[in-house]
Nanobody, 124 residues
Framework: QVQLVESGGGLVQAGGSLRLSCAAS????????MGWFRQAPGKEREFVAA????????YYADSVKGRFTISRDNAKNTVYLQMNSLKPEDTAHYYC?????????????????WGQGTLVTVSS
């Protein structure tokens, strides 16, 4: 099981950009598909993006498609989320998670062991 630490959140104006990082411990990082999720105040946690073990395949929620890019560096045990054209509705705590099955990352209810997350606040 990998342990994950998210970073890179902050306060940004609408239209701005941020890059989130998720650092993983352990030697088996490349054996896991990775995903980013977010939870806004008063709302349930939702899927944002996922990437396959090799990085060859990526998937996005419709709400972020064309604005966010997920990537990974298996040599650095890190997955990234580049967020461009940010909107106030992107304000949330952002979390990463790992699973051997890419498909299971589509539903955060399938996952356990959430980290602290990193807060993204987009001002209008």
């Amino acid at each position: 099981q990998v342990q994950l630490v998210e970073s890179g959140g902050g306060l940004v104006q609408a239209g701005g950009s941020l890059r989130l990082s998720c650092a993983a411990s352990g030697r088996t990082f490349s054996s896991y598909a990775m995903g980013w999720f977010r939870q806004a105040p008063g709302k349930e946690r939702e899927f944002v993006a996922a990437i396959s073990m090799s990085g060859a395949s990526t998937y996005y929620a419709d709400s972020v498609k064309g604005r966010f890019t997920i990537s990974r560096d298996n040599a650095k045990n890190t997955v990234y989320l580049q967020m461009n054209s940010l909107k106030p509705e992107d304000t949330a705590h952002y979390y990463c998670n790992a699973n051997p099955s890419l498909g299971r990352l589509s539903n955060p209810g399938n996952l356990e062991r959430w980290g602290q997350g990193t807060l993204v606040t987009v001002s209008s």
